[in-house]
């Protein structure tokens, strides 16, 4: 991440981050269901994404270099595992969405996503350290979960099950700690080795729960022709790269809140250009507007005397480097 990059510069990279997001998942969705299987999109997406960052490893010295540096860090095992947080949101998202709707399992994640951003900038496991629980941050988490809720007004309701209503927001839960594991892995390394950690991590997760599930061994997939399906590997490594240097620079939070109005940003750029689409949506708009909103309401006072400034370094700030028994000290 370049040094110093300021707070605005991160939104914006996280927003495009956003927007990419929501075309790997339309490209997923639909992949998955032409296939036959809807956990086979995210398998294509993971093992196209892994292929393209094992690629940038042979290609580029310095993400071989951060791989180095990484192992010299001696982080704790833990913090290796932020990408089962991004498997885990994938393949949920496969099976709850037909039963909840997309309205409910999008508002149920973002909920998640805000309390998880909350307590993983409080507790400092970014690069960013530890952020205090003010007011504005209370108002920003809270004000993109009512954005996200008028931005689904009049999707279609599902069977409100609790136990998927809370298995959706530990899944935003489980974003939170990504974005922070990932961040604190590239602060460690370099960017490209958190988002090759990620990937690393995330697909074998993808494997093991698709082979459960029947989709590896079921009838032969018909595979569609469009080359667009098949994007979503290459997206996935965008997105991933964009969390990374939104979460170093401004926080789990508020990274969280750029990312979901971008995603209702793309959204509403996919409802308006495909053919057959919906059309512009003003919910939809107003969601997205509000959400960016909530970002920077998030980040008002973050450079006062209730929290900590960000620290702009691609390297974890001393006092925040785990100890030697993988706790945090300082």
Same mark, same amino acid.
Not at 18 to 37: F, I, T
Not at 97 to 104: I, N, R, S, Y
Not at 121 to 141: E, I, K, S
Not at 170 to 191: H, I
């Given at each position: 991440?370049?040094?110093?990059?300021?707070?605005?510069?991160?939104?914006?990279?996280?927003?495009?981050?956003?927007?990419?997001?929501?075309?790997?998942?339309? @490209?997923? !969705?639909? =992949? %998955?269901?032409?296939? /036959? &299987?809807?956990? *086979? $999109?995210? #398998?294509?997406?993971?093992?196209? +994404?892994?292929?393209?960052?094992?690629?940038?490893?042979?290609?580029?010295?310095?993400?071989?270099?951060?791989?180095?540096?990484?192992?010299?860090?001696?982080?704790?095992?833990?913090?290796?595992?932020?990408?089962?947080?991004?498997?885990?949101?994938?393949?949920?998202?496969?099976?709850?969405?037909?039963?909840?709707?997309?309205?409910?399992?999008?508002?149920?994640?973002?909920?998640?996503?805000?309390?998880?951003?909350?307590?993983?900038?409080?507790?400092?496991?970014?690069?960013?350290?530890?952020?205090?629980?003010?007011?504005?941050?209370?108002?920003?988490?809270?004000?993109?979960?009512?954005?996200? @809720?008028? !931005?689904? =007004? %009049?999707?279609?309701? /599902? &069977?409100?099950? *609790? $136990?998927? #209503?809370?298995?959706?927001?530990? +899944?935003?839960?489980?974003?939170?700690?990504?974005?922070?594991?990932?961040?604190?892995?590239?602060?460690?390394?370099?960017?490209?080795?958190?988002?090759?950690?990620?990937?690393?991590?995330?697909?074998?997760?993808?494997?093991?729960?698709?082979?459960?599930?029947?989709?590896?061994?079921?009838?032969?997939?018909?595979?569609?022709?469009?080359?667009?399906?098949?994007?979503?590997?290459?997206?996935?490594?965008?997105?991933?790269?964009?969390?990374?240097?939104?979460?170093?620079?401004?926080?789990?939070?508020?990274?969280?809140?750029?990312?979901?109005?971008?995603?209702?940003?793309?959204?509403?750029?996919?409802?308006?250009?495909?053919? %057959?689409?919906?059309?512009?949506?003003?919910?939809?708009?107003?969601?997205?507007?509000?959400?960016?909103?909530?970002?920077?309401?998030?980040?008002?006072?973050?450079?006062?005397?209730?929290?900590?400034?960000?620290?702009?370094?691609?390297?974890?700030?001393?006092?925040?480097?785990?100890?030697?028994?993988?706790?945090?000290?300082?």
């Amino acid at each position: 991440m370049p040094r110093g990059l300021p707070p605005w510069a991160a939104l914006a990279v996280v927003a495009l981050g956003g927007v990419a997001s929501a075309a790997q998942g339309a @490209a997923n !969705a639909e =992949l %998955g269901e032409r296939a /036959g &299987d809807p956990t *086979l $999109g995210a #398998v294509v997406n993971n093992l196209g +994404g892994t292929l393209l960052v094992g690629l940038g490893v042979l290609a580029l010295p310095s993400a071989r270099a951060g791989l180095v540096a990484l192992r010299r860090a001696r982080l704790p095992w833990w913090a290796y595992l932020g990408g089962l947080g991004g498997a885990a949101i994938v393949v949920l998202g496969a099976y709850i969405v037909p039963v909840l709707g997309v309205a409910v399992f999008t508002i149920a994640q973002v909920a998640g996503g805000s309390l998880g951003g909350l307590a993983v900038d409080r507790a400092g496991l970014a690069p960013v350290g530890r952020l205090a629980l003010t007011r504005p941050r209370v108002a920003g988490a809270l004000l993109g979960v009512a954005a996200v @809720a008028l !931005a689904q =007004l %009049g999707q279609p309701v /599902g &069977d409100l099950a *609790l $136990g998927l #209503v809370l298995l959706a927001v530990a +899944g935003g839960l489980g974003v939170a700690l990504q974005s922070a594991l990932n961040a604190r892995v590239s602060a460690a390394g370099s960017p490209a080795a958190g988002v090759a950690v990620n990937f690393v991590t995330s697909t074998p997760a993808v494997l093991l729960v698709a082979a459960l599930a029947g989709a590896l061994t079921g009838p032969t997939p018909t595979w569609p022709d469009a080359w667009y399906l098949y994007t979503g590997g290459l997206l996935g490594v965008g997105i991933v790269a964009s969390l990374v240097v939104g979460v170093a620079a401004i926080g789990v939070l508020r990274t969280g809140l750029a990312l979901v109005a971008g995603q209702l940003g793309g959204a509403l750029l996919l409802d308006a250009l495909l053919p %057959g689409g919906p059309g512009v949506r003003l919910p939809v708009l107003a969601g997205a507007l509000l959400t960016l909103l909530a970002a920077l309401v998030a980040g008002r006072g973050a450079a006062g005397p209730a929290a900590r400034a960000a620290v702009p370094t691609t390297r974890v700030a001393a006092e925040d480097r785990p100890g030697a028994d993988g706790r945090l000290v300082g």
